[in-house]
């Protein structure tokens, strides 16, 4: 079975600081990660995605994400966040051979002025 | 414009009165999926489908129904809604059957079941 952890539920910034929301992961094969972002009384939104490759994706607004294959991680980050990037985050796996995905729980990133 | 529409956007029902949300897409994707999010659970899966009258289960299908009569449209029906059935359902689809193509959402719809 796969499964996302999302283990922060809360990040806290402050604008122009560097941001890291964690994701760590639990597959049978070859990931496909992704991460997402909901805003207030919105759908979701794609913000990048790991397929294979270079392990630093970079993705919408910004925002990149570095997968570690060894620690099974696959961290969001943006170099100087914005008020506006505050946020509920999501992190999702896909399951290669099948249409299953599964998210994590997400993390609310509120960025302060 | 692409999108994927979602309908009702919200609803308020009573428990074991049949409904459906209807789900539609006009971006020619094969796959569609449906899930609830709640609080502190994140969003789980309910059902997906990789194309046209293939269906399969997610994490929590208990209580739910689907079906994929067309390619564009996804149905998510509760044949007998439950108060533990109150959420926020979200409908997406994806390209390539979805394995490594990013899924596109639906606005959501917030059924309350009394």
């Known amino acids: 079975a796969q499964s996302v952890a999302q283990p922060e539920d809360q990040v806290n910034v402050a604008e122009g600081n560097p941001l890291t929301v964690k994701c760590t992961y639990s597959v049978s094969g070859n990931p496909y990660l992704f991460w997402y972002v909901q805003y207030p009384n919105r759908g979701l939104q794609f913000l990048l995605k790991?397929?294979?490759?270079?392990?630093l994706v970079k993705g919408s607004y910004g925002f990149e994400a570095e997968f570690n294959k060894s620690q099974t991680s696959f961290h969001l980050k943006k170099p100087s966040a914005l008020v506006s990037d505050s946020a509920l985050y999501f992190c999702?796996?896909?399951?290669?051979?099948?249409?299953?995905?599964?998210f994590g729980d997400g993390t609310t990133l509120t960025v302060k002025p | 414009e692409a999108q994927v529409t979602q309908n009702p956007r919200y609803l308020i029902t009573v428990t074991g009165k049949k409904l459906t949300v209807t789900c539609s897409q006009n971006?020619?994707?094969?796959?569609m999926s449906w899930y609830r999010q709640d609080p502190g659970l994140g969003l789980r899966q309910i059902y997906y489908?990789?194309?046209?009258?293939?269906?399969d289960k997610g994490d929590v299908p208990e209580g739910y129904k689907v079906s994929r009569k067309e390619k564009r449209n996804f149905p998510l029906i509760l044949e007998s809604p439950s108060p533990n059935q109150t959420s926020l359902y979200f409908c997406?689809?994806?390209?390539?059957?979805?394995?490594?193509?990013?899924?596109?959402f639906g606005p959501g719809t917030r059924l309350t079941v009394l």
């Open positions: 971006m020619n994707h094969e796959y």
């Open positions: 790991y397929i294979t490759g270079d392990n």
């Open positions: 997406a689809s994806s390209t390539d059957r979805g394995r490594n193509n990013e899924q596109f």
């Open positions: 999702a796996v896909r399951d290669t051979n099948a249409g299953k995905s599964t």
């Open positions: 489908s990789m194309n046209v009258e293939v269906t």
